[in-house]
């Protein structure tokens, strides 16, 4: 619908993140009070270490299909929300997005990236 679902909808049906090191520096600079996730597992793909968190955070990396097959794992069954503008590109050339849904926030997260800039193929 052109309204849309509210955040916490749509992180009812999620049970695990799959999120890039740079969106993970993002969101965890927010500080403690703004953390949106819950204690759902978030698997951070990076090769640098990242700070101990209160939440269910762990570093990981690997090729993308095992990355995905391992969060989906952990999902327990429900989806896996992947986020992060490279990360995006990486799962989604590799063929294993089923859904991409845009989301719009009222904050000025930075300078950003181009979420589809850098796509090997196209998609239908």
Known sequence: NSEGIGFEEFLNDVGCLLMGRNTYDVVSGFGPDMWAYGNRPVHVVTHRQISSSKYNVSSVSGDIPQLVSDALKAAGGKDVYVDGGNLIRQVLDAGLLD???????????????SLFSGALKQHP
């Open 99 to 113: 859904d991409i849904i845009i989301t719009m926030v009222p904050r000025i997260l930075g300078q950003g990236k």
